[in-house]
DNA sequence: TATTGTTATACTCTATAACTATA
DNA sequence: TATAGTTATAGAGTATAACAATA
Protein backbone atom coordinates (compact mmCIF):
# COMPACT_ATOMS: atom_id res chain seq x y z
CA UNK A 1 0.00 0.00 0.00
CA UNK A 2 1.51 3.31 -0.93
CA UNK A 3 0.85 6.03 1.61
CA UNK A 4 0.18 9.72 1.33
CA UNK A 5 3.64 10.93 1.62
CA UNK A 6 4.61 8.57 -1.47
CA UNK A 7 1.96 10.14 -3.50
CA UNK A 8 3.53 13.90 -2.35
CA UNK A 9 6.85 12.53 -2.98
CA UNK A 10 5.63 11.54 -6.70
CA UNK A 11 3.96 14.46 -7.73
CA UNK A 12 5.92 17.12 -5.59
CA UNK A 13 7.96 19.70 -8.21
CA UNK A 14 11.17 17.81 -8.01
CA UNK A 15 14.05 20.71 -7.60
CA UNK A 16 17.12 18.81 -5.84
CA UNK A 17 19.75 21.01 -4.31
CA UNK A 18 22.46 20.57 -6.68
CA UNK A 19 22.40 23.34 -9.69
CA UNK A 20 22.40 20.79 -12.94
CA UNK A 21 18.58 19.47 -12.72
CA UNK A 22 18.85 15.75 -14.15
CA UNK A 23 16.49 15.25 -17.34
CA UNK A 24 14.69 12.62 -18.78
CA UNK A 25 16.00 12.56 -21.96
CA UNK A 26 13.89 12.74 -25.23
CA UNK A 27 15.24 9.36 -26.29
CA UNK A 28 13.33 8.53 -23.34
CA UNK A 29 10.73 10.71 -22.66
CA UNK A 30 9.54 9.76 -26.17
CA UNK A 31 9.81 6.77 -25.96
CA UNK A 32 6.39 4.27 -25.96
CA UNK A 33 7.28 1.40 -23.29
CA UNK A 34 8.35 4.45 -21.04
CA UNK A 35 5.18 6.61 -21.43
CA UNK A 36 3.02 3.66 -21.56
CA UNK A 37 4.54 2.45 -17.89
CA UNK A 38 4.11 6.09 -16.43
CA UNK A 39 0.92 6.51 -17.84
CA UNK A 40 -0.21 2.87 -15.67
CA UNK A 41 1.73 3.63 -12.24
CA UNK A 42 -0.23 7.35 -12.23
CA UNK A 43 -3.23 5.68 -12.67
CA UNK A 44 -2.39 3.40 -9.88
CA UNK A 45 -1.14 5.79 -7.69
CA UNK A 46 -3.95 8.01 -8.58
CA UNK A 47 -6.61 5.08 -7.75
CA UNK A 48 -5.16 4.41 -4.25
CA UNK A 49 -5.11 7.78 -3.14
CA UNK A 50 -8.74 8.32 -4.31
CA UNK A 51 -9.99 4.69 -2.34
CA UNK A 52 -7.31 5.13 0.46
CA UNK A 53 -10.56 4.84 2.79
CA UNK A 54 -11.76 1.69 1.13
CA UNK A 55 -10.05 -1.36 2.05
CA UNK A 56 -9.84 -2.06 -2.27
CA UNK A 57 -7.13 -2.29 -4.90
CA UNK A 58 -7.55 -1.06 -8.84
CA UNK A 59 -7.60 -5.07 -9.46
CA UNK A 60 -10.37 -5.85 -7.00
CA UNK A 61 -12.23 -2.97 -8.22
CA UNK A 62 -11.82 -4.44 -11.43
CA UNK A 63 -13.19 -8.11 -10.79
CA UNK A 64 -16.42 -6.68 -8.98
CA UNK A 65 -17.54 -4.72 -12.06
CA UNK A 66 -16.88 -7.92 -14.38
CA UNK A 67 -18.80 -9.70 -11.57
CA UNK A 68 -21.74 -6.65 -11.48
CA UNK A 69 -21.92 -7.27 -15.14
CA UNK A 70 -20.90 -11.38 -15.93
CA UNK A 71 -22.37 -13.07 -12.66
CA UNK A 72 -21.34 -16.20 -11.83
CA UNK A 73 -18.27 -16.61 -13.98
CA UNK A 74 -15.84 -19.27 -12.91
CA UNK A 75 -12.51 -18.84 -11.46
CA UNK A 76 -10.72 -20.40 -14.23
CA UNK A 77 -12.64 -17.88 -16.69
CA UNK A 78 -11.79 -15.00 -14.42
CA UNK A 79 -8.36 -15.74 -14.94
CA UNK A 80 -8.43 -15.94 -18.76
CA UNK A 81 -10.14 -12.05 -18.94
CA UNK A 82 -7.90 -10.75 -16.33
CA UNK A 83 -4.59 -12.79 -17.55
CA UNK A 84 -3.88 -13.99 -14.45
CA UNK A 85 -2.54 -17.58 -13.25
CA UNK A 86 -5.58 -19.71 -11.73
CA UNK A 87 -3.62 -19.22 -8.43
CA UNK A 88 -3.34 -15.91 -8.32
CA UNK A 89 -7.10 -15.80 -8.81
CA UNK A 90 -7.87 -17.54 -6.10
CA UNK A 91 -5.77 -15.35 -3.35
CA UNK A 92 -8.06 -12.23 -5.48
CA UNK A 93 -11.69 -14.32 -4.86
CA UNK A 94 -9.92 -15.59 -1.14
CA UNK A 95 -9.33 -11.05 -0.40
CA UNK A 96 -13.00 -10.17 -1.57
CA UNK A 97 -14.76 -13.40 -0.12
CA UNK A 98 -12.80 -12.36 3.39
CA UNK A 99 -14.23 -9.14 2.81
CA UNK A 100 -17.82 -10.58 2.17
CA UNK A 101 -17.92 -9.09 -1.17
CA UNK A 102 -17.92 -11.86 -2.81
CA UNK A 103 -19.25 -15.86 -2.82
CA UNK A 104 -18.19 -18.78 -4.05
CA UNK A 105 -20.48 -22.23 -4.88
CA UNK A 106 -20.02 -25.12 -6.54
CA UNK A 107 -21.29 -25.12 -10.44
CA UNK A 108 -24.27 -27.44 -10.67
CA UNK A 109 -23.09 -28.27 -14.46
CA UNK A 110 -19.81 -28.84 -13.54
CA UNK A 111 -18.99 -29.71 -9.71
CA UNK A 112 -15.18 -29.00 -10.77
CA UNK A 113 -15.70 -25.24 -10.86
CA UNK A 114 -16.96 -22.64 -8.83
CA UNK A 115 -18.57 -20.26 -9.93
CA UNK A 116 -18.19 -16.59 -8.11
CA UNK A 117 -21.04 -14.02 -7.52
CA UNK A 118 -21.00 -10.32 -5.63
CA UNK A 119 -22.92 -10.45 -2.12
CA UNK A 120 -25.31 -8.06 -1.23
CA UNK A 121 -22.68 -6.31 0.71
CA UNK A 122 -20.50 -6.29 -2.19
CA UNK A 123 -22.87 -4.57 -4.03
CA UNK A 124 -23.09 -1.91 -1.82
CA UNK A 125 -19.42 -1.74 -1.64
CA UNK A 126 -18.90 -1.52 -5.22
CA UNK A 127 -21.58 1.59 -5.11
CA UNK A 128 -19.81 3.24 -2.25
CA UNK A 129 -16.52 2.51 -3.89
CA UNK A 130 -17.80 3.80 -7.04
CA UNK A 131 -17.44 7.77 -6.60
CA UNK A 132 -14.14 7.39 -5.76
CA UNK A 133 -12.57 5.53 -8.45
CA UNK A 134 -15.08 8.02 -10.91
CA UNK A 135 -12.91 10.81 -9.28
CA UNK A 136 -9.27 8.76 -9.42
CA UNK A 137 -10.28 8.24 -13.47
CA UNK A 138 -11.39 11.34 -13.78
CA UNK A 139 -7.81 12.79 -12.40
CA UNK A 140 -6.02 10.81 -14.41
CA UNK A 141 -7.81 11.68 -17.91
CA UNK A 142 -7.96 15.50 -16.68
CA UNK A 143 -5.40 16.59 -19.49
CA UNK A 144 -7.24 15.04 -22.43
CA UNK A 145 -11.05 15.98 -23.70
CA UNK A 146 -13.39 14.22 -25.11
CA UNK A 147 -12.21 13.39 -28.47
CA UNK A 148 -8.43 13.02 -27.26
CA UNK A 149 -10.27 10.08 -24.93
CA UNK A 150 -11.90 8.68 -27.54
CA UNK A 151 -8.21 8.17 -29.65
CA UNK A 152 -6.50 6.94 -27.26
CA UNK A 153 -9.49 4.32 -26.47
CA UNK A 154 -9.29 3.22 -30.47
CA UNK A 155 -4.96 3.15 -29.93
CA UNK A 156 -4.95 1.09 -26.96
CA UNK A 157 -8.29 -1.23 -28.23
CA UNK A 158 -5.80 -1.30 -31.63
CA UNK A 159 -3.09 -2.20 -30.03
CA UNK A 160 -4.27 -5.20 -27.63
CA UNK A 161 -6.20 -6.44 -30.86
CA UNK A 162 -9.35 -6.51 -28.77
CA UNK B 1 9.50 -13.99 -13.53
CA UNK B 2 6.91 -14.84 -15.72
CA UNK B 3 7.46 -18.51 -17.48
CA UNK B 4 6.73 -19.58 -20.84
CA UNK B 5 3.57 -21.43 -19.81
CA UNK B 6 2.38 -18.64 -18.65
CA UNK B 7 2.95 -16.30 -21.58
CA UNK B 8 1.58 -19.47 -23.50
CA UNK B 9 -1.61 -19.15 -21.70
CA UNK B 10 -2.10 -15.18 -21.50
CA UNK B 11 -1.99 -15.33 -25.76
CA UNK B 12 -3.67 -18.79 -26.35
CA UNK B 13 -7.26 -17.99 -27.29
CA UNK B 14 -8.75 -19.67 -24.64
CA UNK B 15 -12.20 -21.65 -24.85
CA UNK B 16 -13.60 -23.05 -22.05
CA UNK B 17 -15.65 -26.26 -22.41
CA UNK B 18 -18.63 -25.03 -21.75
CA UNK B 19 -21.15 -23.50 -23.85
CA UNK B 20 -21.58 -19.94 -22.48
CA UNK B 21 -18.18 -18.21 -23.49
CA UNK B 22 -17.82 -15.14 -21.04
CA UNK B 23 -17.42 -11.92 -22.43
CA UNK B 24 -15.83 -8.61 -21.25
CA UNK B 25 -19.03 -6.33 -21.07
CA UNK B 26 -17.95 -3.41 -23.33
CA UNK B 27 -18.41 -1.14 -20.30
CA UNK B 28 -15.05 -2.62 -19.17
CA UNK B 29 -13.70 -3.23 -22.54
CA UNK B 30 -14.11 0.51 -23.36
CA UNK B 31 -12.97 1.42 -20.34
CA UNK B 32 -9.70 3.38 -20.11
CA UNK B 33 -8.04 2.29 -17.08
CA UNK B 34 -8.87 -1.27 -18.12
CA UNK B 35 -6.86 -0.90 -21.50
CA UNK B 36 -4.05 1.20 -20.24
CA UNK B 37 -3.34 -1.70 -17.44
CA UNK B 38 -4.34 -4.52 -20.36
CA UNK B 39 -1.72 -2.68 -22.71
CA UNK B 40 1.28 -2.38 -20.00
CA UNK B 41 0.81 -5.93 -19.12
CA UNK B 42 1.09 -6.92 -22.34
CA UNK B 43 4.31 -4.95 -22.68
CA UNK B 44 5.78 -6.35 -19.64
CA UNK B 45 4.57 -9.76 -20.47
CA UNK B 46 6.37 -9.59 -23.97
CA UNK B 47 9.36 -7.82 -22.56
CA UNK B 48 10.06 -10.69 -20.08
CA UNK B 49 9.77 -13.46 -23.25
CA UNK B 50 12.39 -11.51 -25.58
CA UNK B 51 14.89 -11.39 -22.54
CA UNK B 52 14.50 -14.43 -21.06
CA UNK B 53 17.93 -15.15 -21.56
CA UNK B 54 19.18 -12.23 -20.37
CA UNK B 55 19.09 -11.75 -16.23
CA UNK B 56 17.07 -7.85 -16.45
CA UNK B 57 13.83 -6.61 -16.07
CA UNK B 58 12.34 -3.95 -17.53
CA UNK B 59 12.75 -1.50 -15.41
CA UNK B 60 16.64 -2.39 -14.94
CA UNK B 61 17.02 -1.86 -18.43
CA UNK B 62 14.96 1.46 -18.38
CA UNK B 63 17.30 2.35 -15.52
CA UNK B 64 20.39 1.26 -17.42
CA UNK B 65 18.93 3.49 -20.64
CA UNK B 66 18.63 6.58 -18.21
CA UNK B 67 22.51 6.10 -16.74
CA UNK B 68 23.41 5.43 -20.64
CA UNK B 69 22.57 9.21 -21.29
CA UNK B 70 22.52 10.83 -17.96
CA UNK B 71 25.79 9.58 -16.21
CA UNK B 72 26.26 10.33 -12.73
CA UNK B 73 22.82 10.60 -11.39
CA UNK B 74 22.12 10.60 -7.68
CA UNK B 75 20.06 7.69 -6.21
CA UNK B 76 17.69 10.34 -5.40
CA UNK B 77 17.55 11.75 -8.64
CA UNK B 78 17.01 8.16 -10.25
CA UNK B 79 13.94 8.13 -8.01
CA UNK B 80 12.49 11.12 -8.92
CA UNK B 81 12.94 10.64 -12.87
CA UNK B 82 11.41 6.72 -12.07
CA UNK B 83 8.46 7.82 -9.87
CA UNK B 84 9.94 5.60 -6.91
CA UNK B 85 11.06 5.53 -3.41
CA UNK B 86 14.62 5.75 -2.13
CA UNK B 87 15.17 3.04 -0.88
CA UNK B 88 13.65 1.12 -3.76
CA UNK B 89 15.97 2.62 -5.77
CA UNK B 90 18.72 1.18 -3.35
CA UNK B 91 17.01 -2.12 -4.20
CA UNK B 92 17.73 -1.74 -7.77
CA UNK B 93 20.81 -0.47 -8.04
CA UNK B 94 22.11 -3.07 -5.37
CA UNK B 95 20.72 -5.73 -8.25
CA UNK B 96 22.52 -3.76 -11.17
CA UNK B 97 25.93 -3.80 -8.63
CA UNK B 98 25.50 -7.20 -7.69
CA UNK B 99 25.20 -8.25 -11.50
CA UNK B 100 29.01 -5.76 -11.98
CA UNK B 101 26.66 -2.99 -14.94
CA UNK B 102 26.72 -0.17 -12.35
CA UNK B 103 28.97 1.77 -9.83
CA UNK B 104 28.42 3.66 -7.02
CA UNK B 105 30.87 6.44 -6.00
CA UNK B 106 30.22 8.86 -3.58
CA UNK B 107 29.85 12.52 -5.10
CA UNK B 108 32.83 15.00 -4.28
CA UNK B 109 30.87 17.94 -4.24
CA UNK B 110 28.06 16.81 -1.56
CA UNK B 111 29.48 13.31 -0.28
CA UNK B 112 25.55 12.40 1.37
CA UNK B 113 25.33 11.70 -2.19
CA UNK B 114 26.11 8.61 -4.50
CA UNK B 115 26.77 8.69 -7.95
CA UNK B 116 25.81 5.59 -10.06
CA UNK B 117 27.33 5.24 -13.67
CA UNK B 118 27.27 2.38 -15.69
CA UNK B 119 30.70 0.04 -15.59
CA UNK B 120 32.30 -1.44 -18.84
CA UNK B 121 30.56 -4.56 -18.26
CA UNK B 122 27.31 -3.08 -17.94
CA UNK B 123 27.72 -0.99 -21.34
CA UNK B 124 28.66 -4.54 -23.17
CA UNK B 125 25.38 -5.76 -21.51
CA UNK B 126 23.28 -3.16 -22.38
CA UNK B 127 24.66 -3.80 -25.93
CA UNK B 128 23.57 -7.07 -25.91
CA UNK B 129 20.21 -6.80 -24.30
CA UNK B 130 19.04 -4.11 -26.86
CA UNK B 131 18.43 -5.72 -30.35
CA UNK B 132 15.83 -8.35 -27.64
CA UNK B 133 14.06 -5.49 -25.82
CA UNK B 134 13.62 -3.92 -29.49
CA UNK B 135 12.05 -7.12 -30.42
CA UNK B 136 10.02 -6.59 -27.77
CA UNK B 137 8.77 -3.13 -28.21
CA UNK B 138 8.24 -4.29 -32.17
CA UNK B 139 5.94 -6.71 -30.72
CA UNK B 140 4.04 -4.80 -28.62
CA UNK B 141 3.81 -1.77 -31.44
CA UNK B 142 3.23 -4.05 -33.93
CA UNK B 143 -0.69 -3.72 -34.48
CA UNK B 144 -0.01 0.26 -34.69
CA UNK B 145 1.50 1.78 -37.99
CA UNK B 146 3.88 4.88 -37.63
CA UNK B 147 1.22 7.67 -37.94
CA UNK B 148 -0.53 5.83 -35.04
CA UNK B 149 2.69 5.62 -33.18
CA UNK B 150 2.77 8.74 -32.87
CA UNK B 151 -0.64 9.81 -32.00
CA UNK B 152 -0.43 7.46 -28.97
CA UNK B 153 3.13 8.96 -27.90
CA UNK B 154 0.95 12.40 -28.02
CA UNK B 155 -1.90 11.58 -26.03
CA UNK B 156 0.63 9.70 -23.50
CA UNK B 157 2.86 12.73 -23.01
CA UNK B 158 -0.40 14.96 -22.43
CA UNK B 159 -1.85 12.03 -20.29
CA UNK B 160 1.17 12.78 -18.14
CA UNK B 161 1.91 16.42 -18.72
CA UNK B 162 5.41 16.23 -19.44
C1' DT C 1 17.51 20.54 11.07
C1' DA C 2 17.11 18.54 6.57
C1' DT C 3 18.77 15.33 3.17
C1' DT C 4 21.19 11.02 1.13
C1' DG C 5 21.52 6.58 1.46
C1' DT C 6 21.41 1.99 4.02
C1' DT C 7 19.56 -1.72 6.78
C1' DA C 8 16.09 -4.47 8.95
C1' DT C 9 11.70 -5.75 8.36
C1' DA C 10 7.09 -6.75 6.74
C1' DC C 11 3.51 -7.03 3.51
C1' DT C 12 1.63 -7.68 -1.18
C1' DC C 13 1.61 -9.92 -5.34
C1' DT C 14 2.71 -13.63 -8.24
C1' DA C 15 4.22 -17.85 -9.60
C1' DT C 16 5.67 -23.27 -9.08
C1' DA C 17 4.71 -27.74 -7.41
C1' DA C 18 1.95 -31.05 -5.46
C1' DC C 19 -2.45 -32.18 -4.28
C1' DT C 20 -7.91 -33.24 -4.33
C1' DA C 21 -12.05 -33.54 -6.80
C1' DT C 22 -14.29 -33.98 -10.63
C1' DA C 23 -15.04 -34.70 -15.85
C1' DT D 1 -6.06 -38.12 -18.93
C1' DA D 2 -7.32 -33.45 -18.54
C1' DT D 3 -9.34 -29.66 -16.02
C1' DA D 4 -10.91 -26.65 -11.74
C1' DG D 5 -9.48 -25.26 -7.73
C1' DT D 6 -6.63 -25.30 -3.32
C1' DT D 7 -2.59 -25.28 -0.40
C1' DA D 8 2.18 -24.76 0.78
C1' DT D 9 5.89 -22.34 -0.43
C1' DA D 10 9.16 -19.15 -2.38
C1' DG D 11 10.67 -15.15 -4.74
C1' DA D 12 10.21 -10.35 -6.45
C1' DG D 13 8.95 -5.91 -5.50
C1' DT D 14 7.70 -2.20 -2.56
C1' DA D 15 7.06 0.21 1.39
C1' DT D 16 7.95 1.87 6.79
C1' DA D 17 10.99 2.87 10.45
C1' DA D 18 15.23 3.67 12.43
C1' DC D 19 19.72 4.78 11.59
C1' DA D 20 24.57 6.93 9.99
C1' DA D 21 26.83 10.34 7.51
C1' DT D 22 26.83 14.76 5.69
C1' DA D 23 25.02 19.42 4.51
Not at 114 to 124: F, Q, W
Request: proline share 6%; glycine share 4%.
Amino acid sequence: MILDCCIVHYYRLATPEHAVQPRIPTSIRRHLPYLLARAYQRQQRLFEAHTRDFDITGRDYGLLLMLESNPGLWQSEIADLMGLDRTTVTYLVDGLQKRGWVAREPDPADRRAHVVTMTADGRTALESIRPAAAAAIDEVLAPLDETERDQLRALLTRLLGH
